[in-house]
């Protein structure tokens, strides 16, 4: 996100810079929820609303990247830079893959679609959760 503080066309409200600051090397994929939580220490009168909107101009601004592994709830991530993730489906925690896969698409795709992106999704349960289902289930 270095190219955030440099960027003089975006307004710098305090509460702006704050959730800057929050999701700058975060790594940990935060919901608006805990972004909200978050930055409501430091300015006990900000809304929701006031943090979903700052979230959308920073998404737009293609300075933070929306993650939709998650199907209950949206996640952002600072890292703008091409990264998979691996999600546990228990806990819904995040982890980043920073493995470069070389996908190649047939060329019929290439020749209709200048490729930009990709993203893969992978799916499991972590240790922590899985040790956890052990226990519950009593074995
Ligand atoms: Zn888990
Ligand atoms: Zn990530």
């Known amino acids: ?10 307004k710098q409200t305090p509460q702006r810079l704050a959730i800057i600051n929050f999701l700058e090397n975060n790594k940990n994929h935060p919901t608006v929820e ?28 293609g300075m933070i990247r929306e993650i939709t592994i998650d199907p209950e709830k949206k996640h952002f991530d ?11 489906t228990e806990c819904k925690r995040i982890v980043d893959i920073n493995i470069d896969f070389e996908i190649k698409l047939p060329d019929n795709f290439i020749s209709d679609f200048e490729i930009t992106g990709n993203h893969i999704e992978f799916y499991g349960i972590c240790s922590l959760c899985k040790n956890s289902k052990v226990v519950k289930n009593g074995i």
Not at 3 to 9: A, D, S, T, V
Not at 38 to 56: D, G, M, R
Request: charged content about 20%; aromatic content about 6%.
């Open 1 to 10: 996100m270095k190219r955030l503080e440099k960027n003089m066309k975006l």
């Open 78 to 88: 600072p890292n703008t830079l091409t990264h998979h993730h691996l999600i546990c």
């Open 34 to 61: 805990d972004i909200y939580r978050a930055i409501i220490e430091q300015f006990p009168t900000i809304s929701l609303a006031t943090v979903y909107k700052n979230i959308e101009t920073l998404k737009n601004l």
